[in-house]
């Protein structure tokens, strides 16, 4: 069964700050999910990634297929950036569900 | 321009009620997908489509069960709701890796 583990659960950062969340999983994928979780509920998907690195605005998403790693770093952090950021895998082989890890959970202070 | 939809942002029933949870999504999607979000526990999947009138289940689907009688809408039903089904409920459909949520369903049952 795929394991998707999530560093830190909690994090707290000055307005500015260069933001880094982690994401680890257990078996091969065919595409990794960061989402962006805001209070009240409603889940937006922020990237997917099967390699390499993508940019969006002060976003960055990285992953390293043979680490089985992938990394989410905000720039210029800023108090609406907080959220929970949640990882998520999509296995191969023609299946579509996600797994989740449990998110982590962002505070950006002014 | 929303994509998935859930009828309800929030509910309370009372313990043995029948509940329905309704989602549609406008993107002429095959797969759709329940998950519950509880505290340390990050999204749990409970049932999912790949298809109408097919279900399977996830990893939770004791309590539940689903309905998918047209593409764009699959509902998820507590045939008696219990004080542990309290929880977020979060619809999801995806196609092509893509995945696109609802905004949530906090249910609480009394």
């Known amino acids: 069964k795929n394991e998707v583990e999530q560093s830190p659960q909690n994090l707290t950062a000055q307005e500015g700050e260069f933001i880094t969340i982690n994401c680890s999983y257990s078996?091969?994928?065919?595409?990794l999910h960061w989402l962006q979780q805001h209070p009240g509920g409603g889940i937006v998907s922020l990237f997917m990634?099967?390699?390499g690195k993508k940019k969006h605005g002060r976003l960055i998403a990285t992953i390293n297929i043979q680490e089985k790693h992938s990394s989410l770093h905000i720039t210029a952090s800023h108090p609406r950036d907080s959220a929970v950021y949640i990882c998520?895998?999509?296995?191969?082989?023609?299946?579509?569900?996600?797994?989740f890890g449990k998110g982590t959970h962002l505070i950006i202070q002014p | 321009d929303v994509k998935v939809t859930q009828s309800s942002r929030y509910l309370v029933k009372r313990t043995g009620e029948k509940v329905f949870l309704e989602c549609v999504q406008d993107?002429?999607?095959?797969?759709m997908f329940w998950y519950r979000q509880d505290p340390g526990l990050g999204l749990r999947l409970i049932y999912f489509?790949?298809?109408?009138?097919?279900?399977e289940k996830g990893d939770i689907p004791e309590g539940y069960s689903v309905s998918r009688e047209k593409k764009e809408r699959f509902s998820l039903i507590l045939e008696s709701a219990s004080t542990n089904q309290t929880s977020m409920y979060l619809c999801?459909?995806?196609?092509?890796?893509?995945?696109?949520f609802g905004q949530g369903t906090r249910l609480t049952v009394v």
């Open positions: 993107m002429d999607h095959e797969n």
């Open positions: 990634l099967s390699s």
């Open positions: 489509s790949y298809d109408v009138k097919m279900k």
């Open positions: 999801a459909s995806t196609q092509n890796g893509e995945a696109f």
């Open positions: 998520a895998v999509r296995l191969g082989g023609g299946a579509d569900g996600l797994t």
């Open positions: 078996v091969g994928i065919s595409a």
